[in-house]
């Protein structure tokens, strides 16, 4: 079983920037970002494997996943916050590829928490 460790969660006015950090107790060829904001569903954030990186729509352009694969460590740099952004941020991983959602993910961190004020 992976173990996955996030980090890098925090408060921050809306424009501002955060990084996520998670990292991997052994390596994964796919490592992916959900959030969840209270009363909502899971929503995938971001993802990354050996051939494809995605995004979800509203995060297009401000979000940028990253991976370092010697570090077994993924992160999410986030830019341009919005308070609609203010969620529980989780780390997901997964063999190759990157599951289709959030349902074929078998490993999953804790979660960190990103809150974005107006």
């Known amino acids: 079983q992976g173990q996955l460790a996030e980090s890098g969660g925090g408060s921050v006015q809306a424009g501002g920037s955060l990084r996520l950090s998670c990292t991997s107790s052994?390596?994964?060829?796919?490592m992916a970002w959900f959030r969840q904001a209270p009363g909502k569903d899971r929503e995938g954030v971001a993802s990354?494997?050996?051939?494809?990186?995605t995004y979800g729509d509203s995060v297009k352009g401000r979000f940028t996943v990253s991976k370092d694969n010697p570090r077994n460590t993924v992160y999410l740099q986030m830019n341009s916050l919005k308070p609609e952004d203010t969620a529980m941020y989780y780390c997901?991983?997964?063999?190759?590829?990157?599951?289709?959602?959030?349902?074929?993910?078998?490993?999953w961190g804790q979660g960190t928490q990103v809150t974005v004020s107006s």
């Open positions: 997901a991983a997964h063999q190759y590829p990157c599951p289709a959602g959030k349902e074929g993910y078998k490993h």
């Open positions: 052994y390596y994964l060829d796919c």
């Open positions: 990354i494997d050996v051939r494809t990186t």
